[in-house]
């Protein structure tokens, strides 16, 4: 690698304004006379979108692998199968002559209505978090970069350009940048993208807090910052806040822009060839991989054939699946046979094959007679013939598949849904097909949750397919055959209705801003706390098979929060199928300072198991599991307690129980102020020891004076009520006001002098 200081040294400045900026809309700028090439990236995430042309802003691609989209591949659960599908989309990039890929995509799922949902993982930010990383490390580990994208709190299309998210720092942090943290602490991404929208009012591309403070200072970021394609308002304020590369190019007036900053003083140099060193690091390490040869379009193909099998999820069985060599099926509904496995908008892949689900269906089911009919069109028009055509083929059939995808006018990057509906024609045609054939399955293509509630119960089946790649025809047709056992769980709750949902209230906002004002508890962590009703939970899945649960235990019943925990649990194949099972582990905190959610998520293991085979399953639990962010300290704090190790087979499905005791090693400084409650001074060490006996004074005082619940003091004052219930919960300061008369010298001065010997004892 070229020595980078050395050619910041010999840079004009024009030239360190041109390599922040773009030169096309796929391309650095190379600077010849100094030996920069350029550097090529693509839109991904779940395939390689290259354009034959780079430097022109083109919508036709080169053929490459459309592997399945993120709602499939988290649904896999399965962190080495995703890092293995990371080496392929570099083996394409490398053929393809591109550096770094757009992906993947970290952001959370506050709501099933955000139109990117199919690109992004899950709700929850450890899992979210788990299966970037691994992405990043595949696609790494051959010598091409990644972007992580979209940081931060991009969760939503409407008004994406310019809405501000507004959330509290502590579900900034726990929620909406956890994902981002475990990814980049774990794989260093070579790039992040920022996202178009403000953050608490200040756009992401020029968020010093976000992007210097929190990404490159905090988390370690070694890479760059590159924006989402015309992310940038402002450059100048962009490189000051942290975005060291703007896309698209060029951009000669931002150029000119960067120039005149630093030659009036406005921007200093220093931070402009910070972001150069970044991007030239970048760009010769890219060069360092050479761009050459071709990939093996048949097991690409395979390997996307087998993640789908792994991510789809079966959702509700009464026992028709897997088939049975039934006679006649009735195949019906226009996804059958025009495959819907991808989403619209900047991840749409030219795919090098497609497998047709009706025709893979017919290898599979060789012995069977296959009926089809299109059930549905491809516009919103309602198609009563269609449906009566359904009905016919399906009463005469011994069982009747519906391939049901959700139109691309409901579903796409760009808008958000409106409602969590399918079509009325094809709410009408299950309704009318599985009320003539008892033997009914539903086979779904999409990307988020979907209501069922009109039709679920009259069916037999229900297989979650989702955008399930371009062999993910010959997926469903394993599931369906029982070639292949599905074992995929849902990353994110389908909830009954839309009303239901967390952010409903709050979303999508309007004038100019949306509030978070679910805080912390979107997706599983909301319904626990609401004692909510779901359609399907968080982690739910199900097998051909049954899994039983035994000898849950870890490695320790009391430790440190500087130490690892370790549980273990027996994982036993009770059927007559080979299947995988997903071990899920949660975190309960008995008591905390602050609110918590009633679990959470912490680690998962999936495992394979031979009928009545038993295999022991491990998951190590690490400082992170126990702690939260708090606001006020400014760091994650673990505290003294008993948590519960929950081992689950979905957020619904506690299998075991184990209750643990932490001791945490943390020295926290004070942080207590003239405005802390009294309960506050309590829970603080240093200001239990210095209020001590001042509380013991003030409880007796104010029972005497208000009376109260300790029949000491009589009633004859009383209240009727527990008056230091009150006070404990109002300012120390306030309280000692009721007391004025009793004191030495007025209650300000008093929680002064309180003050400074509580930070005297840090």
């Given at each position: 690698m070229k020595n980078i200081q050395s050619l910041i040294a010999n840079m004009?400045?024009?030239?360190?304004?041109?390599?922040?900026?773009?030169?096309?809309?796929?391309?650095?700028?190379?600077?010849?006379?100094?030996?920069?090439?350029?550097?090529?990236?693509?839109?991904?995430?779940?395939?390689?979108?290259?354009?034959?042309?780079?430097?022109?802003m083109a919508m036709e691609s080169l053929p490459a692998t459309c592997f399945p989209t993120a709602s499939c591949l988290a649904s896999t659960w399965d962190v080495d199968l995703i890092h293995k599908m990371g080496i392929a989309l570099a083996e394409e990039c490398i053929t393809h002559n591109v550096d770094v890929l757009l992906g993947p995509g970290a952001n959370m799922k506050r709501s099933p209505l955000g139109g990117r949902n199919f690109e992004y993982f899950s709700e929850d930010p450890y899992l979210a978090g788990e299966m970037a990383a691994s992405f990043i490390n595949g696609v790494q580990s051959k010598g091409v970069g990644t972007s992580l994208k979209h940081y931060a709190a991009n969760n939503q299309e409407f008004q994406?350009?310019?809405?501000s998210a507004e959330m509290d720092?502590?579900?900034?942090?726990?929620?909406?940048?956890?994902?981002?943290?475990?990814?980049?602490?774990?794989?260093?991404?070579?790039?992040?993208m920022c996202s178009y929208n403000k953050v608490n009012g200040t756009f992401a591309?020029?968020?010093?807090?976000?992007?210097?403070?929190?990404?490159?200072?905090?988390?370690?970021?070694?890479?760059?910052?590159?924006?989402?394609?015309?992310?940038v308002r402002d450059r100048v304020a962009a490189l000051k806040g942290g975005l060291d590369w703007e896309m698209p190019g060029p951009q000669e007036r931002r150029v000119k822009a960067v120039v005149e900053a630093v030659r009036s003083g406005e921007l200093d140099e220093a931070v402009l060839n910070e972001s150069v060193r970044r991007i030239l690091n970048i760009v010769f390490k890219a060069k360092e991989t050479p761009k050459t040869g071709t990939f093996d379009i048949d097991a690409h193909h395979e390997l996307a054939h087998h993640i789908a099998s792994e991510g789809m999820v079966l959702l509700k069985n009464n026992g028709l699946l897997p088939l049975k060599g039934q006679h006649h099926i009735a195949v019906i509904g226009r996804a059958a046979e025009n495959a819907h496995f991808q989403g619209g908008g900047s991840s749409h892949i030219h795919p090098t094959k497609v497998a047709v689900p009706f025709k893979e269906l017919q290898a599979q089911a060789s012995n069977s007679e296959l009926t089809y009919a299109e059930g549905y069109p491809t516009d919103r028009s309602f198609r009563q013939d269609m449906i009566d055509q359904a009905v016919s083929l399906a009463r005469s059939?011994?069982?009747?598949?519906?391939?049901?995808?959700?139109?691309?006018?409901?579903?796409?990057?760009?808008?958000?849904?409106?409602?969590?509906?399918?079509?009325?024609?094809?709410?009408?045609?299950i309704k009318a097909v599985s009320k003539v054939q008892p033997n009914t399955v539903v086979v779904l293509n999409n990307g988020a949750p979907v209501a069922m509630n009109e039709w679920i119960d009259g069916v037999a089946a229900v297989l979650e397919g989702w955008m399930m790649g371009q062999a993910g025809g010959i997926a469903i047709a394993d599931v369906l055959s029982g070639k292949v056992n599905p074992s995929g769980k849902l990353a994110e709750t389908f909830p009954i209705k839309l009303s239901d949902t967390p952010s409903h209230i709050n979303w999508p906002g309007g004038a100019g801003a949306v509030s978070y004002g679910e805080g912390?508890?979107?997706?599983?962590?909301?319904?626990?706390?609401?004692?909510?009703?779901?359609?399907?939970p968080f982690g739910h899945g199900l097998s051909y098979t049954t899994f039983a649960y035994s000898n849950a235990k870890v490695s320790a019943k009391t430790f440190k929060d500087t130490d690892s925990l370790t549980v273990t649990?027996?994982?036993?194949?009770?059927?007559?199928?080979?299947?995988?099972?997903?071990?899920?582990?949660?975190?309960?905190?008995?008591?905390?300072?602050?609110?918590?959610?009633?679990?959470?998520?912490k680690g998962f293991a999936k495992v394979e198991l031979k009928p009545g085979e038993t295999k022991s399953v491990s998951i190590k639990l690490d400082f992170r599991a126990f702690a939260y962010y708090h606001p006020e300290y400014k760091q994650w704090i673990t505290e003294d307690g008993d948590f519960d190790i929950l081992v689950a087979a979905s957020a619904a499905d506690i299998r075991q129980t184990l209750t643990v005791t932490l001791q945490s090693t943390l020295s926290l400084p004070c942080i207590l102020d003239k405005e802390s409650t009294v309960r506050e001074w309590l829970a603080d060490p240093r200001g239990k020891a210095v209020i001590g006996a001042l509380y013991t004074e003030i409880?007796?005082?104010?029972?005497?004076?208000?009376?109260?619940?300790?029949?000491?003091?009589?009633n004859e004052n009383a209240m009727g009520m527990d008056i230091m219930d009150m006070m404990n919960d109002m300012p120390l300061v306030s309280v000692l006001m009721f007391q004025q008369g009793a004191l030495p010298m007025p209650a300000e001065e008093m929680v002064a002098g309180l003050l400074m010997q509580a930070h005297k004892m840090e």
């Open positions: 004009t400045l024009e030239e360190k304004a041109a390599l922040c900026t773009g030169a096309s809309a796929w391309t650095t700028t190379p600077i010849e006379r100094l030996g920069v090439p350029e550097m090529i990236v693509s839109d991904g995430p779940h395939g390689v979108r290259r354009v034959p042309d780079v430097h022109a994406r350009f310019s809405i720092e502590r579900t900034l942090r726990e929620i909406y940048l956890t994902a981002f943290e475990k990814a980049v602490k774990q794989a260093q991404p070579w790039t992040v591309s020029e968020h010093h807090y976000l992007l210097n403070e929190i990404l490159k200072d905090e988390w370690g970021f070694e890479g760059l910052v590159v924006s989402d394609w015309g992310a059939a011994d069982v009747a598949v519906l391939y049901i995808a959700l139109p691309t006018f409901k579903e796409s990057e760009g808008y958000d849904r409106t409602d969590l509906d399918l079509t009325e024609q094809q709410v009408a045609l912390l508890f979107i997706g599983y962590r909301y319904y626990d706390a609401k004692e909510m009703p779901v359609l399907f649990v027996d994982v036993t194949n009770t059927g007559e199928f080979t299947g995988k099972e997903i071990v899920q582990v949660y975190v309960h905190d008995h008591k905390s300072g602050l609110v918590r959610p009633q679990k959470e998520l409880e007796t005082q104010s029972r005497k004076l208000f009376g109260g619940a300790d029949e000491r003091y009589g």
